[in-house]
């Protein structure tokens, strides 16, 4: 399969969760607002969403994936299932006893999460009964993650992408009835663990579908694994030398992912200090995130696996042409994304949560921080694919590096910036510390790889500016209609009315801004639709290149 159309396959799975997720977060504005409680469930998300975040968007994909793959390639399906079982059995242990000291220490672990909620005593016992409830979801996410790097490896994209829809439609089934019942936040915690159960069970289904459900063999000296089957100890728990191979993988990228998430858990104490001030940043990473994971993780998730087979082969300069054609997409979506969630960040919030609890003061504090957050877009983006680049070509030493940098920039400025601008500082803390880390991956990459790097078709670095004037002057048009559409939104007589206006004014904007932005890249001819369809369909396979 080609890459683009692996890319546009998770892309489109990616696009239906985060549809469903945005009409979860239109309901959660409604129905909680930024309210106290609000705060305290989304405090007590965030601790079994940062190992989903670690897991199975970073260690299994970077530490796992190559090793089963080459499994997989060199030795069969068998041994690779046995591999997957060596690995699943210790680490399922060692989560058991982490979930359990979690559970009882979780009033120390919310301090150090939300210590802003401790000033009012009834929220923040909230939040910890809120994340006693939420936390198991963590050994589900594990076993997704698993299980999903197992298929992305087999070139099976759809499944592990489209898991997350089960969790989006878990928790508007919890929102719907606590509009009915009340008590939010605690049927909003059921909801959670009842998604992990399904997403957990969704893809052991499809691994068995594939043949590639893990076998577990573990002991001394498995069957027919050699060396990977020899374990220290003995019984279910024995720690095999596949498993101390993928710990030495697994040990800098799970460091690498932890640089990150700290960025997130520091941006949501610092924010816990401000009344409502975890919800109105949420609601910004949320709208902040949708072309992140549309594109970065879309594009990512396909070009790990396609780079591992390339360079394992000694094909260098196919590897840099995926990797380049990856890039020049990636910029292509990016910058106009960005750009738009800049000029128009205001009718976004509006248009998309302005109801109910969620207030017209609420959406404005918001829209602030959503703008803050825009230019940094493309830089986590190449961030996110530059990382995987590096992962592909066995350097997991160097993300580590330039994560530790760049949550040093981040700690630092986003104290100094929430002490100046408030929510706001967060956001742009965020971004200067993404450009930091994406730069230094760009010219780390290109001093390794050689002249021209990093991309083997010389396409991006040319057009970049013809992609960024194109995005700019689509961002000057936007911002000359945003008043039309916020007349379109004012707020009208009934919900409904309120709802449709709202809706066609952002479509219309939206709409507009994609056309206007294609007519100038093909103006100044950053891209052509014929490039499109090449990367979709029936374009050039570097396989065949002379």
Same mark, same amino acid.
């Given at each position: 399969?080609?890459?683009?159309?692996?890319?546009?396959?998770?892309?489109?799975?990616?696009?239906?969760?985060?549809?469903?997720?945005?009409?979860?977060?239109? *309901? !959660? $504005?409604?129905? #909680?607002?930024?309210? %106290?409680? &609000?705060? =305290?469930? +989304?405090? /007590?998300? @965030?601790?079994?969403?940062?190992?989903?975040?670690?897991?199975?968007?970073?260690?299994?994909?970077?530490?796992?994936?190559? *090793? !089963? $793959?080459?499994? #997989?390639?060199?030795? %069969?399906? &068998?041994? =690779?299932? +046995?591999? /997957?079982? @060596?690995?699943?059995?210790?680490?399922?242990?060692?989560?058991?006893?982490?979930?359990?000291?979690?559970?009882?220490?979780?009033?120390?672990?919310?301090? #150090?999460?939300?210590? %802003?909620? &401790?000033?009012?005593?009834?929220?923040?016992?909230?939040?910890?009964?809120?994340?006693?409830?939420?936390?198991?979801?963590?050994?589900?996410?594990?076993?997704?993650?698993?299980?999903?790097?197992?298929?992305?490896?087999?070139?099976?994209?759809?499944?592990?992408?489209?898991?997350?829809?089960?969790?989006?439609?878990?928790?508007?089934?919890?929102?719907?009835?606590?509009?009915?019942?009340?008590?939010?936040?605690?049927?909003?915690?059921?909801?959670?663990?009842?998604?992990?159960?399904?997403?957990?069970?969704?893809?052991?289904?499809?691994?068995?579908?594939?043949?590639?459900?893990?076998?577990?063999?573990?002991?001394?000296?498995?069957?027919?694994?050699?060396?990977?089957?020899?374990?220290?100890?003995?019984?279910?728990?024995?720690?095999?030398?596949?498993?101390?191979?993928?710990?030495?993988?697994?040990?800098?990228?799970?460091?690498?992912?932890?640089?990150?998430?700290?960025?997130?858990?520091?941006?949501?104490?610092?924010?816990?200090?401000?009344?409502?001030?975890?919800?109105?940043?949420?609601?910004?990473?949320?709208?902040?995130?949708?072309?992140?994971?549309?594109?970065?993780?879309?594009?990512?998730?396909?070009?790990?696996?396609?780079?591992?087979?390339?360079?394992?082969?000694?094909?260098?300069?196919?590897?840099?042409?995926?990797?380049?054609?990856?890039?020049?997409?990636?910029?292509?979506?990016?910058?106009?994304?960005?750009?738009?969630?800049?000029?128009?960040?205001?009718?976004?919030?509006?248009?998309?949560?302005?109801?109910?609890?969620?207030?017209?003061?609420?959406?404005?504090?918001?829209?602030?921080?959503?703008?803050?957050?825009?230019?940094?877009?493309?830089?986590?983006?190449?961030?996110?694919?530059?990382?995987?680049?590096?992962?592909?070509?066995?350097?997991?030493?160097?993300?580590?590096?330039?994560?530790?940098?760049?949550?040093?920039?981040?700690?630092?400025?986003?104290?100094?910036?929430?002490?100046?601008?408030?929510?706001?500082?967060?956001?742009?803390?965020?971004?200067?510390?993404?450009?930091?880390?994406?730069?230094?991956?760009?010219?780390?990459?290109?001093?390794?790889?050689?002249?021209?790097?990093?991309?083997?078709?010389?396409?991006?670095?040319?057009?970049?500016?013809?992609?960024?004037?194109?995005?700019?002057?689509?961002?000057?048009?936007?911002?000359?209609?945003?008043?039309?559409?916020?007349?379109?939104?004012?707020?009208?007589?009934?919900?409904?009315?309120?709802?449709?206006?709202?809706?066609?004014?952002?479509?219309?904007?939206?709409?507009?801004?994609?056309?206007?932005?294609?007519?100038?890249?093909?103006?100044?001819?950053?891209?052509?639709?014929?490039?499109?369809?090449?990367?979709?369909?029936?374009?050039?396979?570097?396989?065949?290149?002379?």
């Amino acid at each position: 399969m080609r890459l683009l159309r692996a890319s546009a396959i998770v892309a489109s799975a990616t696009l239906m969760s985060r549809l469903l997720g945005l009409f979860r977060d239109q *309901l !959660f $504005a409604g129905v #909680l607002g930024a309210s %106290g409680s &609000a705060d =305290a469930f +989304l405090a /007590a998300f @965030r601790l079994p969403n940062l190992f989903r975040r670690l897991f199975a968007e970073g260690l299994f994909p970077a530490a796992f994936l190559p *090793l !089963f $793959a080459r499994r #997989l390639q060199e030795e %069969g399906a &068998a041994e =690779a299932r +046995l591999l /997957a079982g @060596r690995i699943l059995t210790p680490l399922a242990f060692f989560l058991i006893i982490a979930t359990i000291l979690a559970e009882i220490f979780m009033p120390q672990l919310m301090t #150090l999460l939300a210590g %802003g909620l &401790a000033e009012e005593p009834d929220i923040f016992a909230e939040a910890v009964l809120y994340a006693r409830i939420a936390f198991p979801y963590l050994f589900c996410m594990v076993l997704l993650a698993l299980f999903s790097a197992i298929l992305n490896a087999a070139s099976r994209f759809f499944a592990a992408a489209a898991a997350p829809i089960l969790l989006n439609l878990s928790l508007i089934l919890s929102l719907l009835t606590a509009a009915r019942l009340g008590m939010g936040g605690l049927i909003l915690s059921w909801g959670v663990m009842a998604a992990g159960i399904l997403q957990a069970g969704t893809l052991i289904w499809a691994c068995r579908r594939a043949a590639l459900l893990p076998l577990f063999e573990t002991g001394r000296g498995g069957g027919g694994g050699g060396a990977g089957g020899a374990g220290v100890g003995g019984g279910v728990f024995a720690m095999t030398d596949d498993f101390r191979l993928f710990g030495k993988s697994a040990a800098p990228v799970l460091a690498t992912g932890l640089a990150g998430q700290m960025m997130i858990l520091l941006g949501t104490r610092i924010a816990s200090e401000a009344e409502g001030g975890i919800a109105l940043l949420y609601y910004a990473e949320r709208l902040y995130q949708l072309p992140l994971a549309l594109i970065g993780i879309g594009i990512s998730v396909a070009l790990l696996p396609e780079l591992s087979r390339r360079w394992a082969k000694g094909e260098e300069r196919q590897g840099r042409a995926a990797l380049g054609e990856a890039l020049y997409f990636a910029m292509l979506l990016a910058l106009p994304a960005a750009a738009a969630l800049f000029v128009i960040a205001h009718p976004i919030i509006t248009a998309l949560f302005q109801y109910g609890a969620f207030t017209e003061r609420d959406a404005l504090q918001s829209s602030y921080i959503l703008a803050a957050f825009a230019p940094g877009l493309p830089a986590f983006i190449l961030a996110r694919i530059l990382q995987t680049a590096f992962f592909a070509r066995g350097d997991r030493k160097t993300p580590l590096l330039l994560s530790l940098v760049s949550l040093g920039i981040y700690a630092p400025a986003a104290l100094f910036l929430f002490w100046r601008f408030g929510l706001v500082g967060i956001a742009a803390a965020t971004s200067l510390a993404f450009w930091v880390q994406s730069s230094h991956l760009v010219f780390l990459l290109k001093k390794r790889m050689g002249a021209g790097a990093p991309g083997g078709e010389p396409r991006l670095f040319p057009k970049l500016p013809n992609m960024t004037l194109a995005a700019l002057l689509m961002g000057a048009a936007l911002h000359l209609l945003s008043p039309f559409a916020a007349s379109l939104m004012a707020a009208r007589e009934s919900l409904f009315q309120t709802a449709l206006h709202r809706g066609i004014a952002l479509a219309g904007l939206v709409l507009f801004g994609l056309l206007f932005y294609a007519c100038l890249c093909r103006i100044f001819r950053a891209a052509s639709l014929k490039n499109l369809k090449e990367a979709l369909g029936g374009g050039r396979d570097p396989d065949q290149e002379t």
